[in-house]
């Protein structure tokens, strides 16, 4: 099993930025990551709720080493 840390980075532009200063009501994450052998697998999920409404977003990755 592969033990190095797993990083994972946003980027939030302008609009994005202002969106959020005004406060969110509700904010969630979650990640996964799985190594098999040779075969690994990730996954995040991002939710944000605001006045400004609901954004979310699913990232994932399959990979063979």
């Known amino acids: 099993m592969n033990v190095a840390p797993h990083l ?3 980027e939030l ?3 994005d930025l202002d ?3 005004g406060g969110a009501a509700a904010a969630t994450t979650a990640g996964l ?3 098999v052998a040779h075969l690994e697998v990730c996954a995040d999920v991002d939710a944000l709720v605001s006045t400004e ?3 979310a977003s699913l ?3 399959v990979g063979v080493n």
């Open 53 to 55: 409404g609901v954004a």
């Open 13 to 15: 532009n302008d609009a």
């Open 59 to 61: 990232n994932a990755h």
């Open 19 to 21: 969106n959020v200063s």
């Open 33 to 35: 990551h799985l190594q």
């Open 8 to 10: 994972v980075a946003a």
